[in-house]
């Protein structure tokens, strides 16, 4: 299962690491996912949603 948010589908972003001598290498920006149980095509399920579609309500947390 990837790391993806199963609302927008964004994913990990990549980029570099430099150190303070300059070496660079790469990094990966990850985004902040959170399994939450929500009510989906009318179904309550688990899925990783990230931070952003959360604070937007575009799902709809269950208890
Ligand atoms: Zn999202």
Redesign the pocket.
């Known amino acids: 299962m990837a790391r993806r948010?199963a609302?927008?589908e964004?994913s990990a972003r990549v980029g570099s690491k430099v150190s303070h001598a300059e070496n660079v290498t790469k990094r990966k920006f990850r985004i902040n996912l959170q399994r939450v149980r929500v009510k989906k095509d009318g179904k309550i399920q688990r899925i990783l949603?990230?931070t952003?579609?959360l604070h937007a309500g575009k799902v709809e947390k269950i208890k």
Request: charge should be positive.
């Open positions: 948010c609302i927008c964004r949603v990230c952003r579609c």
